[in-house]
């Protein structure tokens, strides 16, 4: 597999907002399996597109490039091909760098009802990347959410453990229900989310948290949830709603309060 495939493959993967790690072999000396300039992929998961080589020395690389996609950082590691260094007999030496692609925050919205769909444009248009949540397939589908990295027809409270939520993740929970927002709070400040977001009126929220806090989970508390969800506009529709939203994620993102800009003078 070319360079030009492994290039044109990274390019696809920022486009729709994959992390990834692109290994590119630097420098080389004696015997190795690849030389100068070789590339490979490495996704998360840890499944590969293209090879700098294959044998132990790829797979330390892979292992590397994966801790490197958690970590957020790149990283140049050194690779002796001998039996003392990793075991290998190519006896040359390899110099491999890891250059680490990721999206600095990834939404998930849990409900596929009008604020979301009105939450993605927003999303799209901000480049955000976002997964939907919702088990009614008639409306969680790829019809409304054009560009969702990934759509799930499941129950949102249920599809938790099949999420990759991490500290760079937003939780927006606007459900068809009280009941299905009150599981998916639950469920949600139980992750390592940086945000987390809840619709609802004043007394739906105190009524939930009542319960919750029953449970020792404490949202009230917790500075990661912001419920009712969004900053204070005014706005009353889907619209107007999903922007304020939208301004409330980044804001966090940011970690800045929400003021007029005239007032920071």
């Known amino acids: 597999m070319s360079n030009h495939n492994v290039i ?54 892979i292992d590397e490039a994966v801790k490197a996609i ?8 050194e690779l002796n091909l001998t039996p003392k260094g990793i075991d290998a007999l190519c006896m040359g030496r390899q ?24 939450l993605s444009y927003v999303l799209d248009f901000l480049s955000i990347p976002y997964t939907v949540v919702d ?21 949102p409270h249920k599809a938790f453990s099949k999420l990759k939520i991490d500290k760079n993740s937003y939780i927006v929970i606007v459900t068809r229900g009280h009941s299905l927002d009150k599981e998916c709070l639950e469920e949600a400040i139980k992750t390592d989310a940086k945000y987390i977001g809840m619709i609802g009126s004043r007394s739906k929220v105190k009524e939930i948290f009542k319960i919750l ?14 419920s009712p969800i969004g900053v204070n506009t005014g706005g009353k529709t889907p619209n107007e709603i999903a922007v304020s939203i939208a301004a ?18």
């Open 8 to 61: 044109s493959k990274l390019n696809e993967d920022i486009f729709n907002k994959k992390n990834v790690a692109c290994v590119t072999v630097i420098n080389t000396e004696g015997s190795v399996p690849r030389d100068s300039g070789s590339k490979m992929l490495v996704y998360e998961d840890g499944s590969i597109y293209g090879t700098v080589g294959g044998g132990r020395a790829e797979k330390i690389a």
């Open 70 to 77: 958690k970590e957020g950082k790149n990283k140049k590691i």
């Open 95 to 118: 110099e491999i760098f890891i250059e680490v692609y990721l999206w600095p925050l990834k939404v998930f919205i849990m409900g596929g009802g009008h604020v979301s769909k009105s």
């Open 135 to 155: 088990d009614r397939k008639d409306i969680a589908n790829r019809d409304n959410f054009k560009n969702a990295v990934e759509i799930i027809n499941e129950f």
């Open 213 to 226: 806090n029953k449970k020792k989970l404490y949202p009230d508390k917790d500075k990661r949830v912001f």
């Open 248 to 265: 409330e994620i980044l804001a966090v993102s940011n970690n800045v309060k929400p003021v007029h800009m005239k007032e920071a003078i």
